[in-house]
């Protein structure tokens, strides 16, 4: 499955948003999508096993525990892949902060000038 396809889901990208600050059990991830999402457990489940077997997370058994963690792998090649469009939006971002910041000074010279009279 295509890297973009896995997260393209967002029951996936929440997973993996929860599973950023450290390992997690498959129990505790189930939990907070159930709520958040409203699916089953089984639903967690495969997107569990879909993010495990395009390779964006790992599990390892501890007891009767399943422990998931985030591989940095397959983010690491969709940031390299994005990094080529990565120019084109910071060059626009910078010219939006430009325009902002000219704004704000227009904004204040303006309103000190109202003051003034």
């Known amino acids: 499955m295509h890297a973009f396809d896995v997260l ?25 999508i ?37 591989e940095t792998g397959p983010l690491r090649e969709v940031d390299a892949w994005l990094e080529r469009f990565r120019g084109l939006w910071e060059q626009r971002l910078d010219a939006l902060g430009t325009e902002i910041a000219r704004e704000k000074r227009e904004r204040r010279l303006s309103e000190g000038a109202s003051r003034d009279e």
Request: net charge positive; no cysteine.
């Open 8 to 32: 393209g889901d967002p029951v996936r990208r929440r997973i993996l948003e929860l599973l950023t600050s450290g390992e997690k059990a498959s129990g505790e991830v189930s939990a907070v």
């Open 34 to 70: 159930r709520e958040e999402f409203g699916i089953s457990q089984p639903a967690v489940s495969q997107h569990l096993r879909v993010l495990r077997e395009s390779g964006f997370v790992s599990v390892r058994a501890e007891g009767t525990r399943r422990l998931y963690a985030v």
